[in-house]
């Protein structure tokens, strides 16, 4: 009976009967959802690829170095992300904080690429949402991703602010780790988006 008690004192109500943690389970979902979001405004692009009449084309307007370094930059802040959420696991809280930062700063270094290449294409190449079916598809999709970014970005913040204040250690790695599952998924996303859009012609 004792042992009852003290298995249901610490018992985690985050854990369901799967043995999974529900917000873990909430996040997978959430993914999911968000896979078939992108799915479908990949596939729309592809739809509309080549089929505009007027307005400058992917070949006029594509920076490949840009995005290229845009696209490693993301792919570096999933690195710092695996060491953020290895250091929290073994308490370093100070090193998890510093690697969430660095996280946090090269996804905004990622979205300021965006925000100049979106103003690159529009006032010098007149490029805008409504100007072609390139436009409209082009825009929608990347803006949305970036969007999903600046979201994470933010997110990142939050934690590194909760860590500044001593309100995070490693009995709060599964938050962490949570929000880890949505930055690598975000990334994974650019690089088929990288692929897709700039690379094949």
């Known amino acids: 009976m004792a042992d009852h ?3 249901h004192a610490v018992h985690d109500p985050n854990i369901g ?14 993914l999911g959802s968000d896979c078939m979001f992108f799915g479908s405004l990949i596939g729309t692009y592809l739809a509309y690829k080549g089929k505009s009449i ?14 290229s370094y845009s696209a490693a ?6 690195l710092t992300m695996v060491l953020a959420l290895a250091a929290l696991q ?8 510093g690697w969430l930062l660095a996280t946090a700063l ?3 270094h990622f979205v300021l690429n965006q925000v100049y290449e979106f103003t690159t294409f529009a006032l010098h190449h007149g490029l805008t949402l409504s100007t072609s079916l390139f436009g409209s598809s082009f825009f929608v999709l990347t803006g949305f991703h970036g969007a ?3 979201g994470g970005v933010i997110w990142l913040l939050l934690l590194v602010s909760l860590a500044m204040r001593g309100k995070l250690d490693a009995r709060d790695y599964t938050k962490v780790e949570i929000a880890g599952l949505y ?10 988006i990288f692929t897709i859009i700039y690379l094949i012609p």
Request: no cysteine; charged share 15%; proline share 5%.
């Open 183 to 192: 930055w690598h998924f975000v990334d994974i996303v650019w690089i088929a």
């Open 106 to 108: 090269m996804g905004l």
């Open 5 to 7: 008690a003290a298995t």
């Open 54 to 67: 007027s307005g400058p084309g992917p070949h006029d307007v594509f920076d490949i170095p840009l995005t």
């Open 73 to 78: 930059l993301l792919l570096a802040s999933s």
């Open 17 to 30: 009967n799967t043995g999974i943690d529900h917000r873990k389970m909430g996040m997978w979902a959430f």
């Open 148 to 150: 999903h970014v600046t």
């Open 90 to 97: 073994n308490n370093r809280v100070k090193a998890a904080t």
